[in-house]
């Protein structure tokens, strides 16, 4: 993979414009190769896919957004009372051999924990991944499930 990184702020000559002086491109390529910089700078900030929890008939439904993962790069584990969600998004082949401008798109390892409460039946956790989105389902104990309570006269 090739980037090119501008290391001034100055405005480069018309001459050294990737550019040719009809382009649209032209007018955004100082404001993007700024930005270029910053992203692939090592340390940039990792990412978190987008998590939504749910509760349905008495169970939690953990749904998280992880987009261009396989399932077999994801990594489910409970300890203790802890869920942990791990993966890698690996960047697609095509983008290799190209000079990159700009990616908008999050690439790399992904970790989110979560602490579930005392209620969930660990035993009876199960996940699915269909469509980029990932289904953890926390059945409740029953002891925790409401009911209703008959009241003697």
Same mark, same amino acid.
């Given at each position: 993979?090739?980037?090119?990184?501008?290391?001034?702020?100055?405005?480069?000559? =018309?001459?050294?414009?990737?550019? =040719?002086?009809?382009?649209?491109?032209? &007018?955004?390529?100082?404001?993007? @190769?700024?930005?270029?910089?910053?992203?692939?700078?090592? #340390?940039?900030?990792?990412?978190? /896919?987008? *998590?939504?929890? +749910?509760? @349905?008939?008495?169970? +939690?439904?953990?749904?998280? !957004?992880?987009? #261009? *993962?396989? %399932?077999?790069?994801?990594? &489910?584990? &409970?300890?203790?009372?802890? &869920?942990?969600?791990?993966?890698?998004?690996?960047?697609?082949?095509?983008?290799? #051999?190209?000079?990159?401008?700009?990616? !908008?798109?999050?690439? #790399?390892?992904?970790?989110?924990?979560?602490?579930? =409460?005392?209620?969930?039946?660990?035993?009876?956790?199960?996940?699915?991944?269909?469509?980029?989105? +990932?289904? *953890?389902? +926390? /059945?409740?104990?029953? %002891?925790?499930? =409401?009911?209703?309570? @008959?009241?003697?006269?």
């Amino acid at each position: 993979m090739q980037v090119k990184i501008a290391t001034t702020r100055k405005p480069e000559a =018309p001459e050294s414009n990737p550019y =040719p002086a009809y382009s649209p491109f032209r &007018l955004f390529d100082e404001f993007y @190769r700024d930005w270029a910089q910053r992203s692939t700078q090592p #340390g940039s900030e990792s990412w978190k /896919p987008a *998590v939504d929890i +749910l509760e @349905r008939e008495g169970n +939690l439904i953990l749904c998280a !957004e992880i987009p #261009g *993962v396989t %399932e077999k790069d994801i990594d &489910l584990k &409970l300890e203790g009372n802890v &869920l942990t969600i791990k993966g890698e998004k690996k960047q697609s082949p095509q983008a290799q #051999g190209f000079n990159i401008y700009q990616i !908008e798109s999050f690439y #790399g390892q992904f970790s989110r924990s979560f602490t579930l =409460p005392e209620t969930v039946d660990a035993e009876k956790i199960s996940a699915s991944y269909k469509n980029g989105v +990932l289904t *953890v389902t +926390l /059945p409740q104990k029953p %002891e925790v499930k =409401p009911r209703s309570i @008959r009241v003697n006269a």
